[in-house]
């Protein structure tokens, strides 16, 4: 059975990084694909990017494409997403999910980002 | 990019109620539709895929039609625990969510 911790709650200032981890379980980090996907407080769903198994490489949604950067440590079985530039509009939940050729079926618990003054 | 349009954006209804809702793209997905439900608090969970198959361990009275712009999600006998937000999601070029709708309790 797959398993998604991710890292806990951080607090940031507008303009600021945060990075936030997804460690697995059950599999290799190799083995799975690992999409990220945000929440704003009371908001949808808002795909940002992610390994794509349909073409092997990692594809991400336009908007974010500037400020985001996802990375790997095979080692740790631990997937990374970074966010710069960060402003208040990016306080959310950040969630890590795998993703099939179709549908995202294994999601962690959710990393709150608060950016605040 | 593909964009995504649910109707209604919320609801109410009593345990029992039929209950749809539907799902638009801005241009043709084939079948590439997924469905999810979210509780408060919870990671979203997908319960339909490929617009109408269900995924194992969910319920009969969730099911799901369509294909190209235009998708639904029926739930046949609304139950307590279905109360919940529910979202589509189309995988035929990148990934995209469409912006929910809440289903509450009359």
């Known amino acids: 059975q797959v398993q998604l911790v991710q890292s806990g709650a951080e607090v940031k200032k507008p303009g600021a990084s945060v990075k936030v981890s997804c460690r697995v379980s059950?599999?290799?980090?190799?083995?799975?694909?690992i999409n990220w996907v945000r929440q704003a407080p009371g908001k949808g769903l808002e795909w940002m990017g992610g390994?794509?198994?349909?073409?092997?490489?990692?594809i991400f949604a336009r908007k974010f494409q500037s400020r985001v950067t996802m990375t790997d440590d095979t080692s740790a079985d631990t997937a990374y997403m970074e966010l710069s530039s960060l402003r208040s509009e990016d306080t959310a939940m950040y969630y890590c999910?795998?993703?099939?050729?179709?549908?995202?079926?294994?999601w962690g618990q959710g990393t709150l980002v608060t950016v605040s003054s | 990019d593909i964009q995504m349009t649910q109707s209604p954006s919320s609801l109410s209804a009593s345990v029992g109620d039929r209950v749809t809702i539907t799902c638009r793209a801005s241009?043709?997905?084939?079948?590439?539709l997924n469905w999810y439900q979210q509780k408060p608090g919870k990671a979203p969970k997908v319960l339909i895929y490929?617009?109408?198959s269900l995924r194992s361990g969910v319920p009969s009275r969730f099911s799901g039609s369509g294909s190209g712009t235009e998708f639904t999600l029926t739930i046949s006998s609304l139950q307590p625990e279905d109360f919940a937000t529910y979202f589509c999601?189309?995988?035929?070029?990148?990934?995209?969510f469409g912006q929910g709708t809440r289903v509450e309790i009359k």
């Open positions: 999910a795998t993703a099939n050729w179709e549908y995202f079926d294994y």
């Open positions: 059950g599999y290799t980090l190799s083995e799975l694909s």
């Open positions: 390994f794509d198994p349909v073409n092997g490489k990692k």
């Open positions: 241009q043709s997905i084939s079948s590439h």
């Open positions: 490929l617009a109408s």
């Open positions: 999601q189309q995988s035929y070029s990148s990934r995209t």
